[in-house]
Each structure stands twice: as structure tokens, then as C-alpha cells.
């Protein structure tokens, strides 16, 4: 049986920082280490593709919240994959291993605009997405790659424009018994001591912060 926190990461890794590049609590860390993490440099056609396709969605929802204007909804599909020696950089910090190889994440984001913007206007308010369904290709050594798919519903609250606590919900997982053992195990951990609380928050408020400056002229003044 393999450690579960690799399990929680693959999930976290799309949901989380699938939009902004390497997880925030962990970049936040040392910066070394996020430039590594991100692998901005010598991009592969296929993560240079994935990129772009992201910053649509990416400008969608920073739109949403940092311009705080009525209109459609956010609707957008993302694909996002981490190599083995990014994976390794991220566990690393939780002293454990990682026993594959790439991963390589999809899923379909949707959120209300209205919900966003109430996320940066109100005092206080809980930001309850819908059920994502997120589907993981997880490569492994002389063995067919295995995927893995999950479901969650997030929930975060803000005060004053920024998260303060985050819960995932999970739901169902579906995958190989090895990985499907440990990814099950993770999960209900989380849904019962939210045991990525801290990190979702950093990453979220990193997210609508720096992330949204970096794509500032594609939503500003819309």
C-alpha cells in the first residue's frame, strides 16, 4: 500500500493549482523550488499546449473576481499534468515518496459568476461549487498507466475577499485497487479533519492575487 499523501495531491495538484502553476504552500516555501515546480522553463510542446489552453479559464474566472461585472457563467475544461520530478519536489515536503511516474489530470471547471463575485463583495460568505469529476492518468514503470477518477464539491468560505477555510466533500473514486486503496483512505481523512484546508486557502488567495496580476491584461477593462 502505497502512502496516502501522494493520493490527496494528484486531485489537489488539478483542482487547486491546476489553473495557477505550482501549488501556492508549497512554492511560498522557496522560491527555488517554484521555479522548478513550475517548470516554465523548457516546456514541452504538450505542457506548452496545456498552458495555453488553461489561460482562457484562468481570464474567465479572474474576470469574475477581480472585476466583479454580471455576466456568463464559468464553463471550461482544463488539462493539466505534473512530471515525476515535480510530484517528487511536492511530497517531498510531506517526508514521503513518490512511487510513479507523470500525471497527467482533467476536468471540466464550472462555477457561478454571481457566487465569485459575492466571494469579493460580501463580509462573509461560503463559495459551494458543484460536483467536479476529475479523471488522472498516473504513469507507472513497466506497467500500462492507471487512471483514476474522483469526484468532489468544494466549499470555501471568505471574509472580506479572501479564503479562510476550504473543505473539498469528496465523493466517489474509481481506479485500480492499489491506487483506488489509498486514494479512498485520503479522501475520507480529508472530508473528516480537512487535512488540505490550509493549503487550499493559500492557494486560493495566491490564486486571486498574484495569479489573476500575471493575466491582468487580458481581463482588465473588459
Known amino acids: 500500500m502505497i502512502d496516502t499523501q501522494p493520493g490527496r495531491l494528484i486531485l489537489l495538484v488539478l ?3 491546476g489553473l495557477s502553476g505550482a501549488p ?11 521555479a522548478t515546480l513550475a517548470s516554465e522553463v523548457n516546456l514541452t510542446p504538450e505542457e506548452q499546449a496545456e498552458r495555453d489552453g488553461r489561460k482562457a479559464c484562468k481570464v474567465a474566472i479572474c474576470d469574475a473576481f477581480r472585476n466583479r461585472k454580471p455576466g456568463a457563467d464559468i464553463a471550461c475544461a482544463i488539462t493539466k499534468s505534473m512530471r515525476k ?5 511536492i511530497v517531498s515536503k510531506a517526508k514521503v515518496s513518490w512511487p510513479w511516474g507523470r500525471v497527467v489530470c482533467k476536468t471540466d471547471v464550472k462555477a457561478s459568476r454571481d457566487m465569485l463575485i459575492k466571494a469579493m463583495t460580501e463580509p462573509k460568505t461560503e463559495a459551494q461549487f458543484e460536483m467536479h469529476k476529475i479523471t488522472c492518468t498516473v504513469e507507472r514503470d513497466k506497467e500500462a498507466p492507471s487512471e483514476i477518477t474522483a469526484e468532489l464539491s468544494p466549499k470555501i468560505t471568505f471574509e472580506n475577499g479572501k479564503a479562510t477555510k476550504a473543505s473539498l466533500h469528496w ?11 489509498a486514494m479512498w483512505t ?24 498574484k495569479k489573476c496580476d500575471e493575466v491582468k491584461a487580458d481581463w482588465a477593462g473588459k
Open 186 to 209: 485520503a479522501t475520507a481523512a480529508d472530508n473528516t479533519i480537512g487535512v488540505l484546508q490550509s493549503m487550499i486557502v493559500d492557494d486560493v488567495n495566491d490564486f486571486v492575487d
Open 85 to 89: 520530478e515535480q510530484l517528487t519536489k
Open 171 to 181: 465523493g466517489k473514486v474509481d481506479g485500480p485497487t492499489v491506487i483506488k486503496g
Open 15 to 17: 483542482f487547486v493549482a
Open 24 to 34: 501556492a504552500a508549497v512554492a511560498q516555501d522557496n522560491k527555488a523550488d517554484s
